[in-house]
């Protein structure tokens, strides 16, 4: 098979990969904002509530999770096509992660500034969104980049689950043609790109944000 012919068959997979990565994203940063908020401000059952999530999701294998939401949720009457499964049980599991990141950046807003916004009679919606969330905003880009690039990479475990991904088209292209080095080498090269194209989007927002939010808070 021509290298010509693999990279096409290839590329057919990375949108996949793309279109997965796309779709998890913005669910798992729901769920990090989300449960990173009630971690610190919400009541305790409802604390203990996303504790149990971040742990679970943290403590247990993204494949076993995968797994049990594609093949064993039908058991229990909940049957979800191939594709909603790997975003779901993807966006659950990086937002786990995501959800430390956004609870340690929020604290690491400099404590005067929280005193300050008492101080000023900021209301505690006000201290939250026009004072500690943009600060922390600017913590927050690196590891989220970092959790980005994880679940570009996680998203080779869908092939497991017969979605065409970029993982799965390159082994039935191998177990095809047995051309092994030619087609994971391609594939090695169209995850760096990805992983690329992402770390410098990340790397412009966290300049920008630098200039920008990072100007925020209350000046002594």
Same mark, same amino acid.
């Given at each position: 098979m021509e290298l010509g012919e693999i990279v096409s068959v290839l590329l057919q997979g990375a949108m996949v990969t793309i279109k997965i990565v796309a779709m998890a994203l913005p669910l798992a940063a729901l769920m990090a904002f989300s449960f990173g908020l009630i971690r610190l401000y919400a009541p305790a059952p409802f604390k203990q509530i996303a504790i149990v999530y971040i742990e679970f999701f943290r403590g247990t294998s993204a494949l076993i999770q995968l797994y049990w939401i594609y093949f064993v949720l039908p058991f229990f009457g909940i049957s979800i096509d191939a594709m909603t499964a790997a975003v779901v049980a993807l966006g659950l599991n990086?937002?786990?992660?995501?959800?430390?990141?956004?609870?340690?950046?929020?604290?690491?807003?400099?404590?005067?500034?929280?005193?300050?916004?008492?101080?000023l009679n900021f209301t505690p919606?006000?201290?939250?969104?026009?004072?500690?969330?943009?600060?922390?905003?600017?913590?927050? %880009?690196?590891?989220?980049?970092?959790?980005?690039?994880? $679940?570009?990479?996680? !998203?080779?475990? +869908?092939?497991? &689950?017969? %979605?065409?991904?970029?993982?799965?088209?390159?082994?039935? $292209?191998?177990?095809? !043609?047995?051309? +092994?080095?030619? &087609?994971?080498?391609?594939v090695l090269l169209f995850y760096f790109v990805i992983a690329q194209c992402l770390v410098f989007f990340i790397r412009r927002l966290e300049k920008h944000l630098g200039k920008g939010l990072g100007r925020g808070g209350i000046d002594s």
């Amino acid at each position: 098979m021509e290298l010509g012919e693999i990279v096409s068959v290839l590329l057919q997979g990375a949108m996949v990969t793309i279109k997965i990565v796309a779709m998890a994203l913005p669910l798992a940063a729901l769920m990090a904002f989300s449960f990173g908020l009630i971690r610190l401000y919400a009541p305790a059952p409802f604390k203990q509530i996303a504790i149990v999530y971040i742990e679970f999701f943290r403590g247990t294998s993204a494949l076993i999770q995968l797994y049990w939401i594609y093949f064993v949720l039908p058991f229990f009457g909940i049957s979800i096509d191939a594709m909603t499964a790997a975003v779901v049980a993807l966006g659950l599991n990086i937002g786990s992660y995501g959800t430390e990141v956004v609870r340690g950046a929020i604290q690491a807003v400099p404590k005067g500034q929280y005193e300050a916004s008492i101080a000023l009679n900021f209301t505690p919606s006000q201290r939250l969104w026009r004072i500690m969330m943009p600060q922390a905003l600017v913590n927050m %880009i690196p590891p989220f980049g970092n959790l980005t690039i994880e $679940l570009v990479k996680a !998203t080779s475990l +869908v092939s497991l &689950i017969t %979605i065409g991904d970029l993982t799965f088209r390159a082994k039935s $292209l191998a177990d095809t !043609t047995l051309q +092994v080095g030619e &087609i994971f080498g391609v594939v090695l090269l169209f995850y760096f790109v990805i992983a690329q194209c992402l770390v410098f989007f990340i790397r412009r927002l966290e300049k920008h944000l630098g200039k920008g939010l990072g100007r925020g808070g209350i000046d002594s």
